[in-house]
């Protein structure tokens, strides 16, 4: 089965039931609404979730990309610093989270060859494995046997956003790479549950295409994704626009409030889904949307490779419209005395800068419980649950 013919057919009269419902909820509303769908937001996410807030990181392994996305910070023809880890490189960045506190990482790279060729990914996965109960990857599309060797070599998350559910504004945006093929990404969550995965995120890309377009298929991707992948559980993610190399300005901007009554009518909807909320929104509003619905956030942040140790920088190298380029080279824009001094380029600014520490003070301060760890392999071992 394929999301496609449901996408490429969905319209105002063929919506479910809840897809009806998500869909008024998503029209202009009065702030007395608005207060109401909050409290009916707080309300489900108590009685699913308890109290409880996931805390994770991202370690991005590589900047370096084949893809041209006029969006992002990683496009390919961007002259920006980048840099490909090293194994032991992505470890000593794991154990620095693992010192504030994360049992919980998420693996994040540019879309290039090199990460599914020689067994890089699944060398870091083994190398963390022991140490990191919960390892999730958001990195190019893969088919089914590769996401296999991903979950045996100990990942249990899958995350992949489609960006914009507009064929016509996805064609725009991806001009360059394996990105370009739309039909290809979207039955990325399918292949990784066919490969194992246990835990699967979706997500757009909010100002790429009309808000309300993207995020109503974004709920029915949601709904179809809860009935042929039932035995995975599902979170989805609305990260909105941020600066980034390439100066792309977002056409389609989501107000906070909107984005507030979106993240509700997600809850309210779909009572069970994790809902993550990342660094790229300030800390007031994050602050707001804590008791409201979220489910799972980051804090502490990097984008850039290497951005926890300063790991990666005696390989940091410039690229222009795809080519390496040595920082030390005569046709560098930059002299040799700045390569030691230099970092690799982050795929978006962070806007909120807290600390893991101060986020988790926070939330007890609103009696929240900071979850670091909810996860084991061990779970799942011949002999680990009690014999009644």
Same mark, same amino acid.
């Given at each position: #089965?394929? %999301?496609?013919?449901?996408?490429?057919?969905?319209?105002?009269?063929?919506?479910?039931?809840?897809?009806?419902?998500?869909?008024?909820? /998503?029209?202009? #509303?009065?702030?007395?609404?608005?207060?109401?769908?909050?409290?009916?937001?707080?309300?489900?996410?108590?009685?699913?979730?308890?109290?409880? #807030?996931?805390? %994770? &990181? *991202?370690?991005?392994?590589?900047?370096?990309?084949?893809?041209? !996305?006029?969006?992002?910070?990683?496009?390919?023809?961007?002259?920006? %610093?980048? +840099?490909?880890?090293?194994?032991?490189?992505?470890?000593?960045?794991?154990?620095?989270?693992?010192?504030?506190?994360?049992?919980?990482?998420?693996?994040?790279?540019?879309?290039?060859?090199?990460?599914?060729?020689?067994?890089? /990914?699944?060398?870091?996965?083994?190398?963390?494995?022991?140490?990191?109960?919960? /390892?999730?990857?958001?990195?190019?599309?893969?088919? +089914? *046997?590769? $996401?296999?060797?991903?979950?045996? @070599?100990?990942?249990?998350?899958?995350?992949?956003?489609?960006?914009?559910?507009?064929?016509?504004?996805?064609?725009?945006?991806?001009?360059?790479? *394996?990105?370009?093929?739309?039909?290809?990404?979207?039955? !990325?969550?399918?292949?990784?549950?066919?490969?194992?995965?246990?835990?699967?995120?979706?997500?757009?890309?909010?100002?790429? &295409?009309?808000?309300? $377009?993207?995020?109503?298929?974004? @709920?029915?991707?949601?709904?179809?994704?809860?009935?042929?992948?039932?035995?995975?559980?599902?979170?989805?993610?609305?990260?909105?626009?941020?600066? &980034?190399?390439?100066?792309?300005?977002?056409?389609?901007?989501?107000?906070?409030?909107?984005?507030?009554?979106?993240?509700?009518?997600?809850?309210?909807? %779909?009572?069970?889904?994790?809902?993550?909320?990342?660094?790229?929104?300030?800390?007031?509003?994050?602050?707001?949307?804590?008791?409201?619905?979220?489910?799972?956030?980051?804090? =502490?942040?990097?984008?850039?490779? =290497? =951005?926890?140790?300063?790991?990666?920088?005696?390989?940091?190298?410039?690229?222009?419209?795809?080519?390496?380029?040595?920082?030390?080279?005569?046709?560098?824009? /930059?002299?040799?005395?700045?390569? !030691?001094?230099?970092?690799?380029? =982050?795929?978006?600014?962070?806007?909120?800068?807290?600390?893991?520490?101060?986020?988790?003070?926070?939330?007890?301060?609103?009696?929240?419980?900071?979850?670091?760890?909810?996860?084991? &392999?061990?779970?799942?071992?011949?002999?680990?649950?009690?014999?009644?």
């Amino acid at each position: #089965m394929s %999301f496609v013919p449901i996408l490429d057919s969905l319209g105002s009269r063929n919506l479910s039931p809840t897809l009806t419902r998500f869909r008024d909820l /998503l029209e202009p #509303m009065s702030r007395h609404d608005l207060e109401n769908l909050a409290q009916a937001s707080v309300h489900a996410t108590r009685q699913n979730f308890g109290k409880t #807030m996931r805390l %994770f &990181a *991202p370690i991005y392994l590589s900047n370096e990309c084949v893809n041209n !996305c006029s969006y992002c910070g990683f496009s390919r023809d961007n002259p920006i %610093f980048r +840099t490909t880890l090293t194994v032991p490189q992505v470890v000593a960045e794991a154990r620095y989270l693992a010192a504030q506190g994360f049992r919980n990482i998420l693996l994040v790279a540019g879309e290039h060859p090199k990460f599914v060729s020689d067994g890089y /990914l699944e060398e870091c996965l083994e190398a963390l494995r022991a140490s990191v109960p919960t /390892l999730a990857i958001e990195v190019g599309p893969m088919e +089914t *046997p590769e $996401y296999r060797r991903m979950v045996d @070599a100990g990942c249990e998350g899958l995350v992949v956003y489609q960006e914009t559910y507009h064929r016509e504004a996805y064609a725009e945006y991806h001009t360059a790479g *394996p990105k370009k093929n739309f039909d290809w990404r979207i039955d !990325c969550p399918e292949r990784g549950y066919e490969g194992g995965f246990r835990r699967i995120g979706i997500g757009a890309l909010v100002g790429l &295409a009309d808000w309300r $377009y993207d995020i109503l298929r974004l @709920a029915a991707h949601l709904e179809y994704l809860y009935r042929v992948c039932w035995k995975a559980t599902f979170t989805i993610s609305l990260p909105r626009l941020r600066p &980034a190399a390439g100066d792309f300005r977002p056409r389609h901007p989501m107000s906070d409030s909107e984005f507030v009554q979106t993240l509700c009518a997600f809850r309210v909807c %779909f009572p069970q889904v994790g809902i993550v909320l990342s660094t790229r929104e300030p800390q007031k509003l994050r602050n707001a949307l804590f008791p409201l619905g979220v489910t799972s956030i980051s804090a =502490g942040s990097h984008t850039e490779p =290497g =951005g926890y140790t300063g790991e990666g920088k005696e390989d940091i190298h410039l690229t222009v419209r795809g080519r390496r380029v040595e920082i030390e080279e005569e046709s560098s824009p /930059l002299p040799p005395a700045t390569s !030691c001094e230099t970092a690799a380029t =982050g795929q978006f600014d962070i806007a909120d800068e807290r600390s893991p520490e101060e986020i988790a003070h926070y939330l007890r301060s609103i009696g929240l419980e900071p979850v670091w760890k909810d996860w084991d &392999a061990s779970i799942l071992s011949p002999g680990s649950l009690p014999v009644t």
